[in-house]
């Protein structure tokens, strides 16, 4: 599978933003799917991730502010990101785990395929 990830840009503090992540050569809905995020100088920090049946899973920081979604027939995952907060800078990657897996893990090492990145800039 191919991912491509898109959709991050400059806003301010409390504005929103919606990421994409279009999937290529396999369903995505074979997969264990999740964003990660990376600021400078900090490790790579679990986002949220969707589960093949859609069930979802947030990290603390973001629960109740985003949203991730899954859309079949586009072949696409997105992460809604309300009331964006200066500490939400990153660069945002999805990624799968392997297929035959079922379960989310908030560790970057058991997913195996990732996208490129998609900058996110929070300015306060």
């Known amino acids: 599978v191919q991912l491509q990830a898109s959709g991050g840009g400059l806003v301010q503090a409390g504005e929103s933003l919606r990421l994409s992540c279009a999937a290529s050569g396999r369903s995505l809905s074979d997969y264990v799917a999740a964003w990660f995020r990376q600021a400078p100088g900090k490790e790579r920090e679990f986002v949220a991730a969707i589960t093949q049946s859609t069930s979802a899973v947030y990290g603390d920081s973001v629960k109740g502010r985003y949203t991730i979604a899954r859309e079949d027939a586009g072949n696409t995952m997105y992460l809604q990101m309300n009331s964006l907060k200066p500490e939400d800078t990153a660069l945002y990657f999805c990624?799968?785990?392997?297929?035959?897996?079922?379960?989310?893990?908030?560790?970057?090492?058991?997913?195996?395929?990732w996208g490129q990145g998609t900058q996110v800039t929070v300015s306060s």
């Open positions: 990624a799968v785990r392997n297929p035959s897996v079922r379960v989310v893990h908030r560790t970057a090492r058991s997913y195996v395929y």
